[in-house]
């Protein structure tokens, strides 16, 4: 295992990834274009903003009684890196709006959602300044590709900046399709495993010691209790209850596996499973966290055949189909 990553370096990413999922969150909201969405979605834009100018300020740590007001987390955060002029004005306007609407209950129009929403992403692009670890992040993308930037497994990334796409052009199959090979990718290359490895005959050589002794199932009982074992085993391990591991899967599907190499591996998933825009997006905000974790534990680690698998996926990628096989 590699050294797990140092704390305030985790707490930094994870305010990165918070914001990250909160400008997302209100551009979905946005594009509803009601009084309500348009309020949810500045009040979305408007956390990330805090979230971006708290992590530019350097403000770790919150303690009680000392509330930091927006106007001065603006000027500390404005003390450490340049923040331009127009943008300060539009941080300003901004808050002058979510108070209006918090406290007086004005409606919120969409230009003022979308002003906040890109104030949010400019400030995302000041982050690399103060944090170090954030030198590779990009101010554009959803959760997904934050995850993939961080953990810069080619493997793992490729399909996570995949889901993020499809789900942008409203293919939620393919985004879910995406997911469950990063997370099958990711579990190839955790360590300790938690995947077995593959053992095509593994299956022959239970069959030739079941003929060899007729009438006793004691392999099948070894092997049913290895399997439910498993069952718990591996959603623990990945910071998830069982039954949460399982709504998982259920969305996504599972990646089988590509024994023979080539392109990308089919996905299973139940039959007659509702795949929808809300349900997948719910599912790239858990398996990035699930991926995330792993690598910040310092368990998550490249592999020597991440650039063949990516050069053998590029062509799928870039003109990609349905290959799930219904469970």
């Known amino acids: 295992m590699a050294d797990p990553v140092a704390l305030d370096e985790r707490l930094r990413l994870r305010r990165w990834l918070a914001a990250v999922g909160l400008t997302t969150a209100a551009e979905d909201a946005a594009r509803v274009d009601t009084p309500e969405t348009n309020a949810i979605a500045l009040l979305g834009a408007y956390s990330a903003c805090e979230t971006l100018l708290g992590l530019l300020a350097g403000v770790r740590r919150y303690k009680q009684g000392d509330e930091v007001s927006f106007p001065r987390l603006l000027t500390e955060a404005g003390a450490k890196v340049t923040i331009e002029a127009d943008l300060g004005d539009d941080l300003d306007a901004m808050h002058r709006i979510r ?7 004005n409606t919120v129009a969409a230009d003022e959602t979308a002003r906040a929403i890109s104030n949010a992403r400019r400030l995302m692009e000041l982050v690399p300044f103060t944090v170090p670890a954030a030198a590779n992040l990009s101010a554009s993308g959803g959760l997904g590709s934050a995850v993939a930037a961080i953990v810069d497994v080619p493997a793992v990334g490729m399909w996570l900046r995949h889901a993020d796409a499809m789900l942008a052009e409203g293919r939620v199959q393919l985004a879910a399709d995406g997911l469950a090979r990063a997370l099958r990718s990711t579990l190839a290359r955790t360590r300790p495993r938690l995947l077995p490895l593959p053992d095509p005959g593994r299956t022959q050589r239970q069959l030739l010691r079941m003929v060899a002794a007729p009438g006793d199932n004691e392999m099948e009982i070894v092997t049913s209790e290895i399997e439910g074992l498993q069952e718990w085993v591996l959603p623990l391990a990945l910071g998830l209850s069982p039954a949460a591991y399982d709504d998982l899967v259920g969305v996504i599907g599972k990646a089988l596996p590509n024994l023979g190499g080539g392109p990308p591996v089919h996905v299973r998933r139940p039959r007659d499973v509702l795949i929808d825009d809300r349900r997948v997006r ?22 020597p055949v991440d650039e063949r698998e990516a050069e053998q996926a590029r062509s799928y990628l870039e003109n990609p189909t349905d290959l799930g096989i219904p469970g």
């Open 99 to 105: 108070n209006a609407f918090v406290h007086a209950s």
């Open 282 to 303: 719910q599912a790239v905000s858990r398996t990035a966290e699930v991926i995330f974790r792993l690598w910040a534990m310092g368990s998550l680690r490249p592999s």
